[in-house]
Protein backbone atom coordinates (compact mmCIF):
# COMPACT_ATOMS: atom_id res chain seq x y z
CA UNK A 1 0.00 0.00 0.00
CA UNK A 2 0.93 3.85 0.03
CA UNK A 3 1.95 3.45 3.64
CA UNK A 4 2.26 1.90 7.04
CA UNK A 5 -1.40 0.59 7.88
CA UNK A 6 -2.35 0.25 11.49
CA UNK A 7 -5.26 -1.64 13.00
CA UNK A 8 -7.44 -1.36 14.62
CA UNK A 9 -6.43 2.57 15.42
CA UNK A 10 -7.76 2.55 19.05
CA UNK A 11 -8.87 -0.59 21.34
CA UNK A 12 -10.18 -0.68 24.98
CA UNK A 13 -9.71 -3.99 26.84
CA UNK A 14 -10.33 -5.28 29.98
CA UNK A 15 -7.07 -6.40 32.38
CA UNK A 16 -6.07 -9.64 31.93
CA UNK A 17 -7.37 -10.38 28.47
CA UNK A 18 -5.26 -11.09 25.45
CA UNK A 19 -4.85 -8.26 22.66
CA UNK A 20 -3.44 -8.23 19.07
CA UNK A 21 -2.33 -5.25 17.20
CA UNK A 22 -1.92 -5.46 13.52
CA UNK A 23 1.17 -3.66 11.08
CA UNK A 24 0.65 -4.18 7.32
CA UNK A 25 4.27 -2.10 6.17
CA UNK A 26 4.91 -0.49 2.97
CA UNK A 27 5.32 -2.61 -0.28
CA UNK A 28 9.05 -3.53 -0.14
CA UNK A 29 10.27 -2.81 2.63
CA UNK A 30 12.13 -5.25 4.16
CA UNK A 31 12.51 -3.89 8.14
CA UNK A 32 9.81 -3.51 10.77
CA UNK A 33 9.55 -1.91 13.53
CA UNK A 34 7.41 -1.53 16.59
CA UNK A 35 7.31 1.28 18.97
CA UNK A 36 5.46 2.11 22.46
CA UNK A 37 4.90 5.70 23.53
CA UNK A 38 3.34 6.23 26.65
CA UNK A 39 1.31 9.11 27.70
CA UNK A 40 3.64 12.36 27.43
CA UNK A 41 6.61 9.75 27.21
CA UNK A 42 9.35 9.72 24.35
CA UNK A 43 9.11 6.62 21.85
CA UNK A 44 10.37 3.06 23.49
CA UNK A 45 12.34 0.20 21.27
CA UNK A 46 10.13 -3.25 21.44
CA UNK A 47 11.33 -4.97 18.62
CA UNK A 48 12.87 -5.32 14.87
CA UNK A 49 12.19 -7.64 12.03
CA UNK A 50 14.48 -7.67 9.04
CA UNK A 51 13.85 -10.16 6.28
CA UNK A 52 14.02 -13.68 7.22
CA UNK A 53 16.93 -12.79 10.20
CA UNK A 54 15.86 -13.54 13.94
CA UNK A 55 14.07 -10.67 15.00
CA UNK A 56 16.19 -8.38 17.33
CA UNK A 57 13.33 -8.48 20.43
CA UNK A 58 15.56 -6.58 23.06
CA UNK A 59 12.92 -3.95 23.52
CA UNK A 60 10.56 -6.56 24.57
CA UNK A 61 9.18 -5.15 28.18
CA UNK A 62 8.05 -8.81 29.39
CA UNK A 63 7.29 -12.40 28.07
CA UNK A 64 3.84 -10.92 28.16
CA UNK A 65 4.42 -9.36 25.14
CA UNK A 66 5.44 -11.28 21.39
CA UNK A 67 5.34 -10.44 18.04
CA UNK A 68 5.55 -12.64 14.55
CA UNK A 69 6.18 -11.80 11.05
CA UNK A 70 5.72 -13.96 8.13
CA UNK A 71 8.72 -12.76 5.58
CA UNK A 72 8.76 -9.41 4.47
CA UNK A 73 4.27 -8.94 5.15
CA UNK A 74 1.97 -8.23 8.21
CA UNK A 75 3.55 -8.65 11.37
CA UNK A 76 1.26 -8.63 14.54
CA UNK A 77 2.25 -7.93 18.31
CA UNK A 78 0.43 -9.53 20.96
CA UNK A 79 -0.02 -8.71 24.28
CA UNK A 80 -0.97 -11.40 27.01
CA UNK A 81 -3.17 -10.59 30.05
CA UNK A 82 -3.01 -7.28 29.84
CA UNK A 83 -2.27 -4.90 32.51
CA UNK A 84 -3.03 -1.22 32.53
CA UNK A 85 0.64 0.17 32.08
CA UNK A 86 0.64 -1.73 28.97
CA UNK A 87 -2.01 1.30 28.26
CA UNK A 88 -0.16 3.35 25.18
CA UNK A 89 0.20 4.33 21.65
CA UNK A 90 1.69 1.24 19.98
CA UNK A 91 3.21 2.42 16.66
CA UNK A 92 4.93 0.53 13.61
CA UNK A 93 6.87 1.31 10.62
CA UNK A 94 8.67 0.35 8.15
CA UNK A 95 12.16 0.83 6.29
CA UNK A 96 13.22 -0.33 3.08
CA UNK A 97 17.10 -0.56 3.64
CA UNK A 98 19.54 -0.50 6.21
CA UNK A 99 20.14 2.88 5.71
CA UNK A 100 16.49 3.91 4.02
CA UNK A 101 14.05 6.14 6.29
CA UNK A 102 11.83 5.44 8.40
CA UNK A 103 7.78 5.82 7.35
CA UNK A 104 5.31 5.44 10.50
CA UNK A 105 2.19 4.45 10.92
CA UNK A 106 -0.97 6.34 12.71
CA UNK A 107 -0.50 4.18 15.70
CA UNK A 108 -2.96 1.90 17.65
CA UNK A 109 -4.09 3.35 20.80
CA UNK A 110 -4.31 1.03 23.41
CA UNK A 111 -6.49 1.63 26.64
CA UNK A 112 -6.80 -1.55 29.45
CA UNK A 113 -9.29 -0.60 31.90
CA UNK B 1 25.52 3.11 24.61
CA UNK B 2 23.96 5.19 21.50
CA UNK B 3 22.05 8.54 23.46
CA UNK B 4 19.97 10.87 21.68
CA UNK B 5 19.43 14.70 23.48
CA UNK B 6 17.10 16.99 22.32
CA UNK B 7 17.63 21.13 22.98
CA UNK B 8 15.36 22.58 24.12
CA UNK B 9 12.62 20.56 25.43
CA UNK B 10 10.29 23.15 25.33
CA UNK B 11 10.11 26.37 22.81
CA UNK B 12 7.26 28.91 22.71
CA UNK B 13 8.03 31.59 19.33
CA UNK B 14 5.88 34.34 17.70
CA UNK B 15 4.67 33.92 14.51
CA UNK B 16 7.25 34.47 11.41
CA UNK B 17 10.61 33.80 13.91
CA UNK B 18 13.14 31.78 12.84
CA UNK B 19 14.05 29.18 14.77
CA UNK B 20 16.74 26.52 15.69
CA UNK B 21 15.97 23.25 17.26
CA UNK B 22 19.25 21.26 18.25
CA UNK B 23 19.62 17.36 18.56
CA UNK B 24 23.23 15.66 19.68
CA UNK B 25 24.07 11.97 19.66
CA UNK B 26 27.16 10.00 21.48
CA UNK B 27 28.29 7.57 19.02
CA UNK B 28 29.05 8.64 15.36
CA UNK B 29 28.66 5.08 13.82
CA UNK B 30 25.19 5.70 12.29
CA UNK B 31 23.62 5.10 9.17
CA UNK B 32 21.53 8.35 8.93
CA UNK B 33 19.89 10.72 11.03
CA UNK B 34 15.59 11.81 10.43
CA UNK B 35 13.62 14.58 11.92
CA UNK B 36 9.89 13.78 12.79
CA UNK B 37 7.23 15.62 13.62
CA UNK B 38 4.34 14.64 16.00
CA UNK B 39 1.36 15.99 16.65
CA UNK B 40 -0.93 15.52 19.34
CA UNK B 41 -2.69 12.20 19.10
CA UNK B 42 -0.85 11.19 16.23
CA UNK B 43 1.63 9.43 14.77
CA UNK B 44 4.76 10.40 13.44
CA UNK B 45 5.25 12.14 9.99
CA UNK B 46 9.30 12.48 8.13
CA UNK B 47 10.36 15.51 7.57
CA UNK B 48 13.89 15.13 7.03
CA UNK B 49 16.66 12.09 6.54
CA UNK B 50 19.93 13.10 6.58
CA UNK B 51 22.48 10.15 5.44
CA UNK B 52 25.85 10.03 7.27
CA UNK B 53 27.52 11.12 3.61
CA UNK B 54 25.36 14.18 3.53
CA UNK B 55 25.77 16.99 5.53
CA UNK B 56 22.38 18.75 4.97
CA UNK B 57 19.17 18.63 3.42
CA UNK B 58 16.90 20.84 2.60
CA UNK B 59 12.23 20.82 2.55
CA UNK B 60 10.70 24.16 1.73
CA UNK B 61 11.24 26.22 5.18
CA UNK B 62 13.15 23.52 6.59
CA UNK B 63 16.73 23.00 6.61
CA UNK B 64 18.38 20.32 8.48
CA UNK B 65 22.33 20.08 9.11
CA UNK B 66 24.26 16.76 10.20
CA UNK B 67 27.54 17.22 11.92
CA UNK B 68 28.75 13.55 12.43
CA UNK B 69 32.47 14.11 13.93
CA UNK B 70 30.53 16.38 16.50
CA UNK B 71 27.27 14.32 17.40
CA UNK B 72 25.29 17.28 16.29
CA UNK B 73 22.42 17.87 13.79
CA UNK B 74 20.31 21.34 13.62
CA UNK B 75 16.80 21.66 12.38
CA UNK B 76 16.07 24.95 11.25
CA UNK B 77 12.55 26.43 10.21
CA UNK B 78 12.28 29.55 8.53
CA UNK B 79 9.33 31.85 9.12
CA UNK B 80 7.30 29.84 11.46
CA UNK B 81 4.17 29.79 11.78
CA UNK B 82 0.80 28.44 13.59
CA UNK B 83 0.51 24.93 11.66
CA UNK B 84 4.23 24.24 12.72
CA UNK B 85 2.98 23.67 16.08
CA UNK B 86 4.01 20.20 17.20
CA UNK B 87 6.66 17.95 18.60
CA UNK B 88 9.44 17.64 17.08
CA UNK B 89 12.08 14.29 17.02
CA UNK B 90 15.50 13.60 16.20
CA UNK B 91 16.43 9.92 15.54
CA UNK B 92 19.85 8.29 14.64
CA UNK B 93 19.67 5.13 13.08
CA UNK B 94 23.32 3.11 13.95
CA UNK B 95 22.68 -0.90 12.83
CA UNK B 96 18.93 -1.49 13.58
CA UNK B 97 16.35 -0.12 14.99
CA UNK B 98 16.22 3.89 15.28
CA UNK B 99 16.73 5.91 18.11
CA UNK B 100 14.97 8.81 19.17
CA UNK B 101 15.41 11.65 21.40
CA UNK B 102 12.55 13.05 23.50
CA UNK B 103 11.48 15.88 21.34
CA UNK B 104 11.26 19.44 21.39
CA UNK B 105 7.85 20.74 21.65
CA UNK B 106 7.29 23.62 19.83
CA UNK B 107 4.37 26.54 20.04
CA UNK B 108 4.16 29.13 17.54
CA UNK B 109 1.95 31.89 18.45
CA UNK B 110 -0.14 34.19 15.96
Known amino acids: GAGVSQSPSNKVTEKGKDVELRCDPI?????LYWYRQRLGQGLEFLIYFQGNSAPDKSGLPSDRFSAERTGESVSTLTIQRTQQEDSAVYLC???????????FGSGTRLTVV | KQEVTQIPAALSVPEGENLVLNCSFT??????LQWFRQDPGKGLTSLLLIQSSQREQTSGRLNASLDKSSGRSTLYIAASQPGDSATYLCAVRPLGNLIFGKGTKLSVKP
Open chain 1, 27 to 31: SGHTA
Open chain 2, 27 to 32: DSAIYN
Open chain 1, 93 to 103: ASSKRADGGYT
